[in-house]
């Protein structure tokens, strides 16, 4: 494939680098490239936070062990920081700025000469406030630079047989939060259980949007009738976590639906 040819060939160039890995689609399907292209010279690091679900920081040192990639956990603060807990609009360029700093110190001390991260062509058009602590903080993305969008990337996972081809799409537990309503580890603890209880029904791509004391799933509409049918053991759960109402969100699941208010 033409893309992947350019995608190795940029990464070969860039000679070293640390790679922001989180275990998602994306992520895991750079670091397997770039693991393959530069071995020793790759580190990826995993930021791990209240805002981080704990399942992910299991599958990403998982995956990079299966890898034989060289790994690293570190733990950021994000939530001490208030212009990232008030949860105004532009939340994730705080949250990226402090990621990234921390990158290009490990960068600069393992004298390795580049800090990626694995954007896509298919985040472009999204609004991400972290884009510009990105440019900032020159982070490369050898994804958008080579072409590769969402469905590539997916399919050629499929073809490298990693076991990340198929994970829905995830995102920090902060995006849950409706912008002004403040982030706490105990919101962020709420949103996690109740989700990974939703996914423990076999319900793929799922999001739990937190309004306080009510909560709104968001799933494909293939998975409705799996939720209308378990609708009793999720009350009863989600009750217990502190949710008087819970709703189903009929539009279904869709990236960034907190942003639908800003547009308007």
């Known amino acids: 494939m033409r893309k992947l040819a350019k995608l190795r060939k940029i990464l070969k160039e860039?000679?070293?680098?640390?790679?922001?890995?989180?275990?998602?689609?994306?992520?895991?399907?750079?670091?397997?490239?770039?693991?393959?292209?530069?071995?020793?010279k790759l580190l990826a690091v995993t930021a791990d936070s209240p805002t981080y679900p704990k399942s992910e920081l299991k599958f990403s040192r998982k995956l990079a062990k299966s890898l034989h990639a060289r790994h690293r956990v570190i733990h950021t603060c994000e939530l001490k920081d208030r212009k990232f807990s008030a949860n105004p609009v532009n939340r994730c360029y705080y949250c990226k700025k402090e990621l990234f700093f921390r990158l290009k110190e490990i960068a600069?001390?393992?004298?390795?000469?580049?800090?990626?991260?694995?954007?896509?062509?298919?985040?472009?058009?999204d609004f991400r406030p972290g884009?510009?602590?990105?440019?900032?903080?020159?982070?490369?993305?050898?994804?958008?630079?080579?072409?590769?969008?969402?469905?590539?990337?997916?399919?050629?996972s499929k073809l490298m047989e990693l076991p990340s081809w198929d994970k829905p799409a995830a995102a920090c537990l902060a995006s849950r939060i409706p912008y002004g309503k403040q982030i706490s580890p105990t919101v962020l603890r709420r949103i996690e259980n109740a989700e990974e209880f939703l996914k423990?029904?076999?319900?793929?791509?799922?999001?739990?949007?937190?309004?306080?004391?009510?909560?709104?799933?968001?799933?494909?509409?293939?998975d409705f009738s799996r939720l209308v049918?378990?609708?009793?053991?999720?009350?009863?759960?989600?009750?217990?976590l502190g949710y008087n109402y819970v709703s189903l969100d009929l539009q279904g699941y869709r990236t960034g639906s907190l942003n639908e208010a800003l547009k308007k």
Not at 14 to 40: E, I, R
Not at 135 to 148: D, H, R, T, V, W
Not at 229 to 240: E, G, N, S
């Open 131 to 156: 884009n510009k602590a990105k440019k900032e903080m020159g982070i490369c993305s050898p994804l958008i630079e080579a072409g590769f969008d969402k469905e590539d990337i997916r399919k050629l």
């Open 108 to 125: 600069k001390k393992e004298k390795l000469k580049f800090v990626i991260d694995a954007a896509n062509i298919s985040d472009v058009n």
């Open 200 to 222: 423990e029904l076999r319900v793929g791509q799922v999001r739990l949007r937190h309004y306080d004391n009510s909560c709104r799933i968001e799933a494909l509409p293939q």
């Open 229 to 240: 049918k378990h609708r009793i053991k999720i009350v009863k759960k989600l009750k217990a």
């Open 14 to 40: 860039l000679d070293s680098a640390v790679l922001a890995f989180s275990g998602g689609l994306d992520s895991s399907f750079l670091l397997k490239v770039a693991n393959d292209c530069l071995g020793s």
